[in-house]
């Protein structure tokens, strides 16, 4: 991960380095708690199976309420795994409506000097916006960890953040 470069695309647009087989995946819960452990578990399985190793969040498990954690648990969450430099990129386990109540305490200068992949879908649209908005990181509408991973979803996501023609 040392040697991988962010890439400028286009003027304020940031790519993260492509992802790579054996890459460590930091495994977030910006939303919703999962109250059973089942998919949680489930989700390092899916991601390792993926290739991926996998490092989840400190608070990744954490219940307050219908969310994983305080809010800013949460946001400590993705700012220590953008900080981490043996996590190339980042995921949810699943989405869910605790994200908006974050976006204000995600560290953007951060996340502007160590880019990485990041993705999640439903409520995490919210996140993705705001990364792009705040920092120009191009980051991903694709499943959580949690998705059911089908043949397609897996081609899709290998071909768009795995393949050369993203990232560095």
Avoid at 2 to 7: G, I
Wanted: glycine share 10%; aromatic share 8%; hydrophobic share 45%.
């Amino acid at each position: 991960l040392a040697a991988a470069r962010p890439t400028q695309a286009a003027a304020g647009t940031l790519l993260a380095p492509r992802l790579r087989p054996g890459d460590t995946l930091g495994l977030v819960s910006p939303a919703n708690a999962s109250f059973e452990r089942e998919p949680l578990k489930m989700a390092v399985e899916v991601l390792q199976a993926l290739g991926f190793k996998v490092k989840p969040g400190v608070h990744v498990a954490a219940r307050r309420g219908p969310f994983a954690g305080t809010d800013v648990e949460r946001a400590a969450d993705i700012n220590a795994m953008f900080a981490d430099d043996s996590v190339a990129g980042i995921m949810a386990v699943t989405g869910g409506s605790g994200c908006n109540r974050i976006v204000d305490k995600l560290d953007y200068d951060l996340i502007r000097r160590k880019p990485k992949f990041f993705g999640g879908f439903s409520d995490l649209t919210c996140l993705v916006n705001a990364l792009h908005r705040q920092t120009g990181l191009v980051s991903f509408h694709c499943p959580v960890a949690a998705s059911e991973w089908n043949d397609y979803s897996v081609q899709s996501f290998r071909a768009v953040v795995m393949a050369r023609g993203y990232g560095g």
